[in-house]
């Protein structure tokens, strides 16, 4: 069975560092990754996308991509407690799997 | 521009009703979904339709059954409620069929079956 890993957290980080989140894949014919962002009792947002290795830059956040490592992150700079949320990993090449989501939680 | 909506946000059943949630996308998309979410389990794709006219089984289709409307509208009936399918349900759309394009996520019914 196809799956996304993701540490459940939380993981809690002080306002202003960098927030590193992680998630690995076992289909390793994965060719699409997302991340999203959810607040409780609301809907996902989506955040970023890659498909290629490497890292892809949007503001505050950097997703990286490591496909031999079947690995992906997100990286939050300057990290805010508006931040605070569940952030879900999906992959895949034929059927996009989700992970369960980390849990992060910035403190002023 | 509202992207998805879903209807309603709310909704208690006994077990046994039947009702329909129904979502509707305003982005031209082609493909949309049904998924639900369950604490600790992630969201589980109940199912979907690639494009107007079809529909697919996802990873959880028991008790459950879809209606694409047309390209704006895809319908979710539960037919016979189950204590079970106590959860949080969302539609989402996409312009091409998922992974190879992004999905956008509507606000979500919140259903309890008691």
């Known amino acids: 069975q196809k799956e996304v890993e993701q540490n459940s957290g939380p993981l809690s980080v002080p306002e202003g560092a960098i927030a590193s989140l992680n998630c690995t894949y076992s289909d390793r014919g994965s060719q699409s990754f997302f991340w999203y962002r959810q607040y409780s009792g609301k809907s996902p947002e989506l955040i970023m996308s890659?498909?290629?290795?490497g890292d892809k830059e949007d503001g505050r956040f950097t997703a990286q991509l490591n496909k031999a490592s079947q690995y992906v992150s997100l990286l939050i700079r300057d990290s805010q407690p508006s931040d605070s949320a569940t952030y879900l990993c999906a992959a895949g090449f034929q059927k996009l799997v989700f992970g369960t989501g980390t849990r992060l939680l910035v403190s002023p | 521009n509202a992207g998805v909506t879903q209807t309603p946000k709310f909704q208690v059943l006994k077990t046994g009703q039947s009702m329909t949630l129904q979502c509707a996308q305003d982005m031209n998309h082609n493909s949309m979904y049904w998924y639900r979410q369950d604490p600790g389990m992630g969201l589980r794709l109940i199912y979907y339709s690639a494009s107007e006219g079809t529909t697919d089984k996802g990873e959880v289709p028991n008790g459950y059954n879809v209606s694409r409307l047309n390209k704006r509208e895809f319908s979710l009936r539960l037919e016979s409620a189950a204590p079970s399918q106590t959860s949080v349900y969302f539609c989402?759309?996409?312009?091409?069929?998922?992974?190879?394009?992004?999905?956008?996520f509507g606000p979500g019914t919140r259903l309890t079956v008691t």
């Open positions: 890659i498909y290629s290795n």
């Open positions: 989402a759309s996409s312009e091409q069929l998922a992974p190879r394009s992004e999905q956008y």
